[in-house]
């Protein structure tokens, strides 16, 4: 962010703070940790990565952790984990800016003041002994879900102790609807874990499993494997807001969600071969769904109703998709969520709560607004709340304990699919935070270390602890596929009424708003409308007019005397009369980067109608600045993100582009050694940004902030450009192209952009004055450049946390991707110790090696049997504006659409 | 007579009062006083926009990706345009025995220095690292570092450079007779003693006349090219650049007939209001005005000449991406930038077809200084309205200009007027030694 002036007494704080961080940073975690792969001790310059897993709604995306000196500095996906595959989502990569984010909690606080921990202790323990008389009566504790054997455990112990003790659960995000139409359906609450991978035809109603929830990681994974035109899959999409899975299927129908019901019942009718209302699609999809029975799958979404998740059950248990597309496990929670925290809110208001333990999350933002959370937690007269930051809940709670962040706490995990994971800490707490469990033990009365709690809940002990610590899963730990015999239940879709509806949906970057301080998620772009730094009430454009509202204009949504003003969007492909609310902003303590910004939708939303309610909106006057990274989504007949259908793919010819012979003034630079190069599967591509964090993670990129991403100073290496006016949406990744023929290299008046000998285009920063005219001469604009002193600015890593073997750049000089040239420097100094060429695979960059669906590929292309050669010889390989003949290294494939011929018309 | 290059009735001494006079005895008139005042302040602004700019950096301007390039860059074009009348009227209508010129030729020089001198000043500010701009230098730099030839930034470093060398000693050069004549004529030992260290001995001998004469045609003669290469090579600065709209082979005569037009259009401005509160209507005769004017209307027609071909071109190419840019100019989002510079630049100067509109001094004063805005617009829409629209769509996003923009460009314009404003109080404005000559032709073709 631009820089704010420093004065003497922030300097000072600023220095006492480094010197507490860089102690901190130095002392490993008090137990014994094992490194990844070598064990061998902490070297000079030689990075360790360290398995471990990070948590979200209950369920774990397994990571490696890059460590060097001890300090945690890159997270990379653990291909040994079922949900990761060793690929990662923005908030893993984002972990490592919130493990160093200055403006986490430091302090123990009671009502706002520092205190002592054994002042807590002291108060808790005498507040215990007074409940104890009635088995812990009025003793609360609530949780997020527990995905942790070792929480498990804990609250298990604590309630032996307490009979009379309850707990009570709480995710924003909650799975209540699914879990409850699992009940409905089996008896049961179960999880679903979808095979994307096994599935043939896949019908998506309201349901975003390529974009979000548990397991979305593996399911991109394995959905992508399934999209090579020899064996690809077919995806019908029905949704309110254009999703990531919506964007990525064949047809794509946006309804209303009342209208959706509709939809799921008379597709339910059509496979049952019973006269339907003929609505869109639903004959074709179907039709589909019936020819490849054992090979297809319906996914419902969380926004529809629980008898509609029973319903979507009966479906694929009739598509013989249980087994094959589909495996049921043991839920997260056996608590329906909205109920739970509701009684709690009940309880405490009625004065029948006496000490509450809140366990992360933060419900006095987040609970529904019906529930008035907040105001009740006044009434209790022992509340603590462990918690990352001082948050709204901190505020409200008697007591704050700042809690440990992931990578500094031992715990466990389980996988989407049920796997368990060790979390192990990679650094003792920089804050001298305390982990969950930590917290309940040291209020209840357990002195056990907090390793040996984990070892003793996942029954592991020396070599198998040391394996699975190693592995960072343990084994064979999935369970056996439930199997569940589906009941009849009845689904009376809801009455499409006219009016509007208002959905709440998660924010691609701010999640549930437990991500507000973070500064690289709040200027990632968002992969629907590329805006940052901002949430917006997203319309169509048909509703806009109707509106009389264009995008930026404040509109005022309303349930009954309940209002929320927001910025209005026009988003190419939302459903009409519904009017689209990510969650997550309006954060009032958030940090100085995440406070005051957007606004808060949770207000709207009640424990009844979680994910969409009937709701009144019009204009409210007035109008906000909203920022976008992109402010041209129509391709203009230039196609720079190329499109064909399954029949084009298949009768293309090999593409000769690559090696194409082209006419210069120059000669040809000559190779002796490696060719990098890069190509990038557009038919891969979902445009999940996952690529663009890790490359900032990597390359200590640094954020800019509102006013300055709205300038167009973004600095991200890779973007993500999106287009709207393509037959279905397209997703281009463009980092630096790399070309032969540079046209920035030929107008650098100093040099500082210069060809190395393997064809990477490298910028060099100490030589750079800043006079831009690469940037002017580069067609695919993808250079950046510090305008201010951004490095410098806030919600930057500290430099400890920083990768070491990536230069920060100051201002004035221009900076772009080099294909990881630290990587290949570090490839390249294991080659030629052991006397070898860079084998194959052995250099990763850090987009390619986040990237969920593999959709890059990065490699040498002297040889001809690389990947990134074979891939480039795709009868759909392209060269991004080709006519100009730069000769880029960086090339892409085509993306392809598998449209179903009886629906050509939908 | 309206068609004298001389008016009234002057002899030797009586021109050579009059124009040192203006220096040596002219008592300062209030209007001076608050030109000079306003001019200072624009400075101050510009300095300390400049102070601000080192201290941050150049996030202050409105320069962004896609478009890197900003005010700094069009200013430098449009300062470097104005700098070219100058050496143009000097050398070029002194190598073609254009007399008339005797009368202009000092202070449009002058401009042109102190143009060229603001223009170059530019191209620094600009960049990221200002500190570092000696790096475009060849110097011998321990770690044998040089600069990157093939980048036009380089030779516009040597051109301008050059420029600026060449046109200073020209100037310089010329002043030596009227610096003597000013040692003679002024009083105190301070001020004798600076004239006479610039005029390097000047007696009027005859044989310094003989150097002299043929000193300033051979730098004349050097000027002369320079006129042409100074521009034709800034506008490599963008013909060299692939991008559409920057990318074409007419921009150099374009470039330097633009420069020539802007330049007149300025030596109007500053010789309008010169003449008049200086009174020296008699050297400064409606025929000069004449003259300029129809170089104004001559070159004003070559540069619509370059805007049509601009046009032609992009859809002759058939290049999708140069005829997207020239619609993106008369439709998009700078589209009332472009229809305004066409009027301004092309409509406007059609007035001076007028033998009327050319002889009226208000007249030729206004539309000096429309064409002079119309100029920085064009050199604006080149500029940005090309960076703002190239290849990719997704990249598209067009330049908004900050405060501080628009402060340093005032700035600039104060600096410059600031310093005509003391060049006209220290040095004369007239070229005193060529006035003299013009007296004698003038009578002899009288007889």
């Not at chain 1, 940073?25 to 897993?53: H, K, L, M, N, S």
Request: glycine share 8%; charged share 20%; proline share 6%.
């Amino acid at each position: 962010m631009s820089p704010t002036p420093i004065t003497r007494r922030d300097f000072l704080k600023l220095a006492g703070a480094a010197t507490a961080l860089a102690t901190g940073a130095c002392t490993a975690p008090p137990d014994e940790i094992v490194p990844y792969v070598r064990p061998r001790a902490i070297a000079d310059g030689i990075a360790q990565f360290y398995a471990t897993a990070m948590t979200m709604q209950g369920r774990a995306l397994g990571v490696l952790v890059q460590s060097d000196m001890g300090r945690p500095t890159k997270v990379e996906g653990n291909p040994a984990h079922p949900s990761s595959l060793g690929a990662t989502d923005v908030f893993a990569q984002a972990s490592i800016l919130e493990l160093w984010d200055p403006a986490r909690s430091r302090t123990l606080r009671h009502r706002g003041t520092p205190a002592t921990r054994e002042a807590l202790v002291a108060e808790w323990r005498s507040a215990l002994a007074g409940l104890e008389a009635r088995g812990g009566e009025g003793l609360r504790i609530l949780t997020g879900y527990v995905g942790s054997a070792t929480l498990r455990a804990q609250l298990d112990g604590l309630a032996r102790t307490y009979p009379a003790m309850q707990r009570h659960e709480w995710e924003p995000l909650h799975r209540d609807n699914s879990l409850e139409g699992a009940r409905l359906a089996f008896g049961r609450r179960v999880d679903c874990a979808y095979r994307f991978d096994a599935a043939d035809v896949v019908v998506a109603v309201d349901a975003d499993p390529l974009g979000e929830g548990p397991g979305w990681v593996r399911h991109a994974r394995d959905f992508a494997s399934r999209r090579a035109p020899q064996s690809m899959s077919r995806l019908y999409a029905v949704e309110s807001f254009p999703s990531i899975t919506g964007d990525m299927a064949d047809h794509r129908v946006a309804l209303a969600p009342a209208a959706l019901e509709r939809w799921l019942a008379a597709l339910d009718a059509a496979l049952r071969g019973e006269a339907s209302t003929p609505l869109p699609l639903v004959e074709a999809a179907a039709h589909d769904l019936l020819a490849h029975r054992g090979r297809s799958l319906v996914v419902a979404g969380e926004g529809l109703p629980p008898a509609a998740h029973a319903l979507v059950h009966r479906i694929n248990a009739r598509l013989g998709a249980p087994g094959a597309t589909v495996s049921y496990l043991p839920a997260v929670s056996d608590v329906a969520c909205a109920e739970s925290v509701a009684a709690l809110s009940r309880d405490m208001r009625a004065g029948r709560v006496q000490a509450l333990l809140i366990l992360g999350g933060n419900p006095a933002y987040d609970a529904p607004a019906d529930v008035e959370f907040g105001a009740a937690l006044a009434r209790v007269p022992l509340s603590v709340h462990v918690s990352l930051y001082e948050d709204e809940t901190s505020a409200a709670c008697a007591w704050h304990v700042p809690r440990a962040h992931y990578l500094e706490e031992w715990s466990d995990a389980t996988a989407h699919e049920g796997t368990v994971s060790i979390v192990q800490p990679l650094v003792a707490p920089l804050h001298g935070g305390v982990s969950i469990h930590e917290a309940v033990a040291m209020l209840g009365d357990d002195a056990a270390s907090p390793r040996d709690g984990v070892m003793r809940a996942l029954h592991l002990e020396g070599a198998a602890w040391h394996t699975a610590l190693r592995d960072g899963v343990v084994a064979s730990t999935a369970p056996a596929p439930l199997a569940l015999t589906v009941r009849d239940v009845a689904f009376d879709p809801a009455d499409v009424a006219d009016g509007w509806t208002v959905v709440f949906r998660p924010d691609a970057a701010v999640h549930g708003g437990e991500f507000a301080p973070n500064a690289w998620l709040q200027e990632l772009p968002r992969p629907e409308s590329k805006l940052v730094w901002d949430n917006a009430a997203y319309v169509s454009a048909t509703s806009a007019a109707r509106l009389g509202a264009k995008s930026g204009d404040l509109v005022e949504v309303a349930r009954g005397a309940r209002r929320v003003v927001a910025p209005l969007w026009i988003l190419p492909g939302h459903a009409d009369d519904a009017v689209s609310l990510p969650l997550g902003y309006g954060r009032e303590r958030a940090g100085p980067v995440g406070s005051h910004i957007g606004f808060d939708a949770y207000p709207l939303r009640d424990g009844g109608f979680a994910w969409s309610a009937p709701c009144s909106v019009r204009k409210a006057g007035g109008a906000h600045a909203l920022v976008t990274t992109q402010l041209h989504t129509r391709m203009e007949g230039r196609e720079p993100a190329k499109h064909m259908t399954l029949a084009e793919a298949l009768s293309a010819h090999s593409a000769a582009h690559a090696e194409r012979p082209v006419e210069s003034l120059y000669p040809d630079w000559p190779y002796d050694s490696y060719r990098w190069a890069m190509a990038i599967d557009l038919n891969a591509c979902i445009g999940c940004n996952a690529c663009t964090i890790a490359c900032q993670s990597e390359n200590n990129i640094p954020t800019v902030g509102k006013e300055e991403a709205g300038r167009g100073r973004s600095m991200h290496w890779i973007r993500v450009d999106r287009y709207d006016d393509g037959p279905t949406p397209l997703h281009q990744p463009v980092p630096c192209m790399q070309c032969e023929d540079a046209p920035c290299e030929a107008v650098c008046p100093v040099g500082a952009t210069v060809h190395d000998s393997e064809g990477i285009n490298v910028q060099i920063y100490n030589r750079c004055v800043g006079t831009r005219f690469c940037s002017n001469n580069c067609p695919y604009k993808v250079r950046r450049f510090n305008f201010f002193h951004y490095s410098a600015g806030l919600g930057e890593r500290p430099v400890e946390g920083s990768n070491p073997q990536v230069t920060t750049r100051m201002r004035g000089v221009m900076e772009k991707c080099n294909y990881c040239l630290q990587r290949i420097t570090r490839a390249r100094l294991q080659a030629d110790k052991e006397g070898r060429r860079i084998a194959e695979g052995e250099v990763v960059t850090a987009c390619q090696a986040a990237c969920p669906t593999r959709a890059i590929s990065f490699g040498d292309l002297s040889d001809p049997a690389s990947a990134v050669a074979q891939v480039k010889r795709s009868p759909r390989g392209y060269t991004l504006l080709e006519e100009l003949n730069t000769r880029p290294r960086t090339t892409y494939l085509a993306r392809v659409s598998n449209p179903n011929p009886q629906a050509a018309n939908e | 007579m309206n068609s004298q290059v001389l008016r009234g009735r002057w002899g030797y001494a009586s021109v050579t009062d009059k124009i040192s006079d203006l220096v040596l005895r002219r008592p300062t008139h209030w209007l001076w006083a608050l030109g000079f005042g306003i001019a200072g302040t624009l400075t101050l602004v510009l300095l300390g926009g400049m102070v601000w700019l080192f201290a941050v950096g150049v996030g202050i301007w409105g320069v962004n990706i896609p478009v890197a390039w900003g005010f700094a860059i069009v200013n430098f074009v449009w300062w470097i345009g104005i700098g070219h009348a100058g050496t143009f009227i000097s050398a070029f209508l002194l190598l073609l025995r254009q007399k008339w010129r005797n009368s202009i030729n000092r202070f449009a020089e002058a401009m042109t220095l102190f143009a060229a001198g603001i223009a170059g000043l530019w191209p620094v500010l600009h960049l990221g690292r200002p500190w570092f701009f000696y790096w475009l230098v060849p110097y011998p730099d321990v770690m044998d570092v040089w600069p990157q030839w093939r980048s036009p930034l380089v030779w516009d470093f040597f051109a301008i450079s050059t420029y600026l060398t060449v046109s200073l000693l020209f100037w310089y050069v010329g002043l030596i007779p009227d610096l003597a004549t000013l040692r003679d004529r002024a009083h105190g030992a301070w001020r004798r003693m600076v004239y006479g260290f610039f005029a390097l001995g000047w007696r009027g001998e005859a044989r310094h006349w003989a150097r002299f004469e043929s000193a300033y045609l051979l730098l004349a003669g050097l000027a002369a090219p320079l006129v042409i290469s100074v521009h034709s090579i800034v506008s490599l600065d963008f013909a060299i650049g692939n991008t559409p709209g920057y990318h074409s082979t007419i921009f150099p005569p374009y470039f330097v007939a633009g420069a020539l037009f802007c330049g007149f259009a300025m030596v109007l401005v500053i010789a309008i209001p010169m003449r008049r509160f200086l009174g020296l209507e008699d050297f400064i005769t409606i025929r000069h005005l004449d003259n300029a004017a129809k170089i104004l209307l001559a070159t004003g027609l070559l540069v619509a000449y370059g805007y049509a071909m601009e046009v032609f071109t992009a859809f002759y190419s058939g290049d999708k991406y140069e005829i997207a840019i020239a619609l993106d100019r008369m439709k998009g989002f700078y589209a009332p930038v472009y229809w305004t510079l066409l009027f301004l630049n092309v409509v406007v100067p059609q007035v001076l077809w007028w033998r009327r509109a050319r002889r009226s001094v208000a007249t030729l004063f206004v539309i000096g200084i429309l064409v002079n805005i119309g100029m920085w617009l064009e050199r604006f829409m080149i500029v940005e309205s090309s960076l703002a629209h190239d290849f990719l769509p997704s990249a598209w996003r067009p330049f908004i200009p900050t405060g501080w923009d628009w402060a340093m460009l005032a700035g600039s314009v104060g600096l410059f007027a600031l310093l005509f404003l003391a060049f006209v109080r220290v040095l004369p404005a007239l070229s005193i030694f060529e006035m003299r000559e013009l007296v004698e032709e003038e009578k002899e073709e009288a007889r």
